[in-house]
């Protein structure tokens, strides 16, 4: 019998470390909108800034799996810490003189490009900490604390907004880089284990990224997968922003409400991560995500019709639950079938390709909002999401069974993989 995943030393130490760093993360999630929000008034700035940003992350995502494929992944992780310590660490200074909104829109899309290299890095470091058939179980321990951290996080973040201004939770985002480059340098990652690739030559990085982006169209459920999210990426990409502006808008409620609904909501995704093995286990993979995006079609249009802050959050958690399951569902697939060698290439092919519509969704949803309302604008993305659900019944995704058999590794020559043509069977 398996020891507990707690009792795993280096396991432990990342996780406690990408705990406090998750927990600071809160704190920026709802500042950077409230200072935006604060200096101009206008939720479509906050839009635009999420889309900027946005934009920045998908482009350092085309070139992040090839870092992570090629150099060592706790390296780049740690400076990918260090430089969004020192750049969100100038917000702060830089407001002491008053609003600098400009500097938001030179410092976020940095960080935002650094926080994509480190994502693919960390998801791949996952297949480095424990054995393949945990990989769901990690994740969904990792997700989970993440989660509870983000419950006290807005909370915290919208109590030290209201009494010292957004720019100081900002601040404390900042330091929370510090603790997680500190808690990886403690660890040493395993080494990757062979999958049969022969010979693994580098090439351009765009030829290496392309590889990940051929073994992910080859495989019939990653490739559903990732047109589907593409869709409700760009629905749901500034949620956020909405529902920031419409407690803050239309509900009347003050910098500490906004911090309470994102911080309460947050245990919607301690519950997705909690229940995600089980549910995967029990229904199988294409059931849990397609029924994880169909109610959050629901929970997102109900999101704008409530008229009140508990039932906001309500809404919201229910959200954000199925968010997680699904989100997990589909990182802990790509795990399993992808060889070690191309997971970094496939990770940042499949978030760069689904993630490019999304800063065009910000912007088209805050801009919305501002013109025809939110609760227009909220029915819409729901009724999307909804669609998308629909859309897998009618993919491989629907057919995707509960845990499905890794696939023969391929021969790689030159850096590009040579999937097999269809997804394995997965009874």
């Known amino acids: 019998m398996q020891a507990p995943l707690w009792r795993d030393r280096t396991f432990g130490t990342y996780w406690v470390a990408q705990s406090l760093s998750a927990a600071g993360d809160s704190f920026a999630y709802l500042a950077v909108p409230l200072l935006v929000l604060q200096a101009t008034g206008s939720v479509a700035q906050m839009g635009l800034l999420t889309a900027v940003a946005g934009a920045a992350s998908v482009a350092a995502g085309i070139f992040g799996g090839v870092l992570v494929d090629r150099y060592d ?3 780049l992780m740690i400076a990918a810490d260090l430089t969004r310590l020192v750049l969100y660490g100038l917000v702060p200074l830089a407001w002491l003189a008053g609003p600098q909104v400009w500097l938001l829109f030179v410092v976020l899309p940095i960080c935002e490009a650094a926080g994509m ?4 890095a960390a998801v791949t ?4 900490l424990v054995d393949r058939d945990r990989l769901t179980e990690a994740n969904g321990r990792l997700q989970a604390t993440f989660a509870a951290a983000a419950v006290l996080g807005p909370l915290l973040a919208g109590v030290v907004s209201a009494r010292f201004g957004p720019s100081s939770a900002i601040a404390v985002n900042a330091a929370s880089f510090a603790l997680s480059a500190a808690g990886l340098w403690m660890i040493r990652l395993r080494p990757a284990p062979a999958d049969g690739a022969a010979t693994v030559a580098r090439e351009r990085p765009l030829a290496e990224f392309l590889a990940g982006a051929r073994f992910l169209w080859r495989q019939p ?3 559903a997968l990732t047109i589907l999210l593409s869709v409700f990426i760009f629905l749901t990409y500034g949620f956020v922003d909405v529902l920031i502006y419409h407690v803050t808008h239309d509900l009347g409620g003050s910098e500490g409400t906004v911090g309470a609904v994102l911080g309460l909501a947050a245990l919607g995704t301690v519950a997705g991560a909690l229940l995600v093995a089980p549910l995967r286990r029990r229904r199988g993979f294409g059931a849990t995500w397609i029924g994880a995006h169909a109610i959050c079609g629901f929970a997102v249009a109900g999101v704008g019709i409530a008229t009140s802050v508990p039932a ?3 809404l919201t ?3 954000l639950c199925c968010l997680s399951v699904g989100g997990i569902c589909s990182m802990s697939l790509r795990q399993e079938i992808t060889p070690d060698h191309l997971l970094g290439r496939v990770t940042s092919a499949f978030w760069s390709t689904h993630y490019a519509l999304g800063p065009a969704g910000a912007v088209v949803l805050t801009w919305a909002a501002a013109r025809f309302g939110v609760a227009a604008v909220t029915l819409a993305a729901g009724a999307g999401c909804l669609l998308v659900a629909v859309g897998g019944l009618f993919s491989p995704v629907r057919r995707a069974g509960s845990e499905p058999r890794r696939p023969p590794a391929a021969v790689v020559l030159g850096g590009a993989g040579q999937p097999p043509a269809d997804h ?4």
């Open 317 to 319: 958690a229910v959200y």
């Open 73 to 75: 992944r706790r390296t």
């Open 221 to 223: 459920v990653l490739r």
């Open 117 to 120: 290299v480190f994502q693919v």
């Open 424 to 427: 394995p069977s997965t009874a």
């Open 312 to 314: 906001v959050t309500a």
């Open 125 to 128: 470091a996952v297949r480095n």
